[in-house]
């Protein structure tokens, strides 16, 4: 079993920045993909960013050029930079990460006051 770990949401102004992590309780090798979603309330949970084991990377349209998806495999750390916040980033943040099952963490508020 995977246990996921989200930290660093919070309260932050409109054109502010915070840093969204997620340790892993273990490493992963092989074809795997880290990523991070978020789902605003009312909403579908959407797809934020991707990382793949390769370091290849994939973002939502709405958050290309704002947003940084990283990775830490020694610490088992998947990052998330967020800057140029907007209020339509306000969200439960989730980590996830698919091998041949899926595993995702307990979310981390992101409110974003205009």
């Known amino acids: 079993q995977v246990q996921l770990v989200e930290s660093g949401g919070g309260l932050v102004q409109a054109g502010g920045s915070l840093r969204l992590s997620c340790a892993a309780s273990?490493?992963?090798?092989?074809?795997?993909?880290m990523g991070w979603y978020r789902q605003a309330p009312g909403k579908q949970r959407e797809l934020v960013a991707t990382?793949?084991?390769?370091?290849?990377?994939h973002y939502a349209d709405s958050v290309k050029g704002r947003f940084t998806i990283s990775r830490d495999g020694a610490k088992r750390t998947l990052y998330l930079q967020m800057n140029s916040l907007k209020p339509e980033d306000t969200a439960v943040y989730y980590c996830?990460?698919?091998?041949?099952?899926?595993?995702w963490g307990k979310g981390t508020l992101v409110t974003v006051s205009s």
């Open positions: 996830n990460v698919r091998t041949i099952m899926g595993y």
């Open positions: 990382i793949s084991g390769g370091d290849t990377t």
């Open positions: 273990r490493t992963f090798v092989g074809m795997f993909v």
